[in-house]
């Protein structure tokens, strides 16, 4: 069976950010995943209705996307409003998707409060990280699947190309 990926928007170059950009990677694996047909976009935070563009959010007071989901932080735009509730509707989005679409892997970009995998922020809208994992990686990981954010394209690759290598013909 064809290894599907389940990857953020906006590294697929889709203008769908909070400030309405869009963060493309350029990576052959890209290009060639694409005419393969493997992989699976998605914006969660567009999925759930939220707009482009959009207030910054973070996790409050340090906490990680697992805390969201078990509703133990909630999830703040700078300018006050509480968008837990669509936090957690985007992470549940994605994960459809990515059972819908057969995606065991996903690709996403770090440092978002959705899909932030290896850092997050603080929640004080100073630009300090914390390790950490946003809503939607937290779910995703949470039902098996294996992500991977932008930094380790390589290692997705190896993980991607040799379960291909694996299969049956
Ligand atoms: Fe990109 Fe994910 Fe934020 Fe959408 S929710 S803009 S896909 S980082």
Same mark, same amino acid.
């Given at each position: 069976?064809?290894?599907?990926?389940?990857?953020?928007?906006?590294?697929?170059?889709?203008?769908?950010?909070?400030?309405?950009?869009?963060?493309?990677?350029?990576?052959?694996?890209?290009?060639?995943?694409?005419?393969?047909?493997?992989?699976?976009?998605?914006?969660?935070?567009?999925?759930?209705?939220?707009?482009?563009?959009?207030?910054?959010?973070?996790?409050?007071?340090?906490?990680?996307?697992?805390?969201?989901?078990?509703?133990?932080?909630?999830?703040?735009?700078?300018? @006050?409003?509480?968008? &837990? $509730?669509?936090?957690?509707? +985007?992470?549940?989005? %994605?994960?459809?998707?990515? !059972? #819908?679409?057969?995606?065991?892997?996903?690709?996403?970009?770090?440092?978002?409060?959705?899909?932030?995998?290896?850092?997050?922020?603080?929640?004080?809208?100073?630009?300090?990280?914390?390790? @950490?994992?946003?809503? &939607? $990686?937290?779910?995703?990981? +949470?039902?098996?699947? %294996?992500?991977?954010?932008? !930094? #380790?394209?390589?290692?997705?690759?190896?993980?991607?190309?040799?379960?291909?290598?694996?299969?049956?013909?």
């Amino acid at each position: 069976m064809t290894a599907r990926i389940l990857v953020s928007a906006c590294l697929m170059g889709h203008a769908v950010r909070y400030d309405g950009a869009a963060k493309p990677l350029r990576h052959p694996a890209i290009d060639r995943w694409r005419q393969e047909g493997r992989l699976v976009a998605i914006c969660p935070e567009m999925s759930a209705g939220m707009p482009v563009p959009r207030p910054p959010a973070e996790i409050e007071g340090g906490g990680t996307g697992a805390d969201v989901l078990a509703g133990k932080a909630r999830v703040l735009e700078k300018t @006050g409003g509480d968008v &837990t $509730a669509e936090f957690r509707h +985007a992470a549940e989005n %994605a994960l459809a998707l990515a !059972r #819908e679409t057969n995606c065991r892997f996903a690709l996403l970009i770090d440092g978002s409060p959705s899909c932030g995998s290896g850092f997050i922020y603080d929640g004080r809208f100073t630009g300090t990280r914390v390790a @950490g994992e946003g809503a &939607t $990686a937290a779910l995703l990981r +949470a039902n098996g699947i %294996a992500v991977y954010s932008e !930094r #380790e394209i390589e290692a997705l690759v190896a993980s991607v190309d040799g379960e291909a290598a694996k299969a049956p013909t």
